[in-house]
């Protein structure tokens, strides 16, 4: 059975670029959310997808944007990168909107220059 | 507005002896809880829950934590630590009813050190 997968594991972007993360959800669940974790920090809420619409949003400016697939697998794009948006991008899935725990991926690790 | 605190950034025990590690949080209403524990440059792995019921719950690895609804705490706990016990580990908070249903709020992390 497997688990939540994420891609790319690293990537270097310059200022300005855009990036695309993505996310495929462990077997059998539905909701998608994603979380920034920077460095020494809790993960923050970025946003999370069901029913392939974003259902909840943290405190996030509009660069920050997402999709869910049929699949359920999800994207999170990044527009108009800063170098503040470096940190760990963590995907977490799990069944139906508010139920139980969250499994989450090893994470994408964005490094901004 | 939920929030979790995790008031030590660090906490350092000897393998074989009991350890702590505390949560406050601050929810509006009847608060899902979790412990999730990371291994350097890993995800977050799920400990433990409470949803409803026993206020003590009990998880993986040996670990459990007691619900305090009066001290709105849900402190991590473990009778005899292991050196493999040694990890970041985090608080979580939902409220399944809030208008921020759905969304967990995570401490900032309490770094757990077991010596030989």
């Known amino acids: 059975d497997a688990g939540v997968t994420q891609s790319p594991t690293h990537l270097i972007k310059t200022r300005g670029q855009q990036v695309t993360l993505r996310c495929s959800p462990k077997?059998?669940?539905?909701?998608v959310s994603w979380y920034q974790q920077a460095l020494g920090q809790g993960p923050q809420f970025i946003f999370q997808?069901?029913?392939?619409?974003?259902?909840q949003r943290g405190n996030f400016p509009d660069r920050f944007s997402g999709h869910q697939y049929p699949n359920y697998s999800s994207e999170l794009n990044v527009n108009a990168l800063l170098l503040g948006d470096s940190a760990l991008y963590l995907c977490a899935s799990s069944f139906g909107l508010n139920t139980g725990e969250l499994f989450f991926g090893e994470g994408s690790r964005l490094t901004v220059l | 507005a939920q929030s979790v605190a995790q008031p030590e950034d660090q906490v350092n025990v000897a393998e074989g002896n009991p350890l702590t590690v505390k949560c406050t949080y601050s929810v509006s209403g009847n608060p899902y809880l979790f412990w999730y524990v990371q291994y350097p440059n890993r995800g977050l792995q799920f400990l433990l829950k409470y949803i409803t019921g026993d206020n003590l719950v009990k998880g993986s690895y040996g670990f459990e934590a007691e619900f305090n609804k009066s001290q709105t705490s849900f402190h991590l706990k473990k009778p005899s630590a292991l050196v493999s016990d040694s990890a970041l580990y985090f608080c979580?908070?939902?409220?399944?009813?809030?208008?921020?249903?759905?969304?967990?709020?995570f401490g900032d992390g309490t770094t757990l050190t077991v010596k030989p």
């Open positions: 077997s059998g669940h539905d909701t």
């Open positions: 997808y069901y029913e392939e619409e974003e259902r």
């Open positions: 979580a908070v939902r409220d399944p009813m809030g208008t921020n249903a759905g969304k967990s709020t």
